[in-house]
């Protein structure tokens, strides 16, 4: 199992401030906490030995294609891909990647893959609703400080603000979030060995536990164990 995509897949702000903790990664983590994709497919010793994280803190996916480069490398028979809301988590609605540009560069990162591994299963999560995390973790003062240190501005700057620009600003976040999960699950829907979640990851009601109690933005481990069983669901299901 190999996994590609960004800070989530990291761990990123789940162990500790400001760090990647691969360890609690939905995706090939070991920890007994999350039980990861790789952990519930391969088992605990195999996982160890056979899954690889090539997903990079702050990629977005024109990164998509190098990754999956590096991880054709290992000829996984799984890769595990979550990428997508750094490309809407910019410094300002106007600087998120247009749509046909997402759409072209997931076309490359998949025809890389399959051109190296034709064989190969590959998993596609959806984006979270970057939306439904503005409003659980605005609850919190300290999350709000850490929001200043330049977290997703796009969605989470001036994050009490409910005026109509504010309001625009998140809606239009939010919209172009969907958009890009629509591509994911259509350039998807044209791979035999390709599956997505159904948008169950987007549409999965993250809660202030599930959220980082250091940034409470990225996914707690117990955030983390809920999209390894959302993964895990998506994978094993009969028909993608």
Sequence with gaps: VAAVGDSITRGFDACAVLSDCPEVSWATGSSAEVDSLAVRLLGKADAAEHSWNYAVTGARMADLTAQVTRAAQREPELVAVMAGAND???????????????RAQFEEAMATLRKRLPKAQVYVSSIPDLKRLWSQGRTNPLGKQVWKLGLCPSMLGDADSLDSAATLRRNTVRDRVADYNEVLREVCAKDRRCRTDDGAVHEFR???????????????????ARLAEIAYRAVTAKSP
């Design 206 to 224: 993250f809660g202030t536990d599930q959220l980082s109690h250091w940034d409470w933005f990225h996914p707690s481990v117990d955030g983390q």
């Design 88 to 102: 809407a988590c910019r410094s300002t609605t106007s600087a998120m990647t247009p749509v046909a540009d997402f």
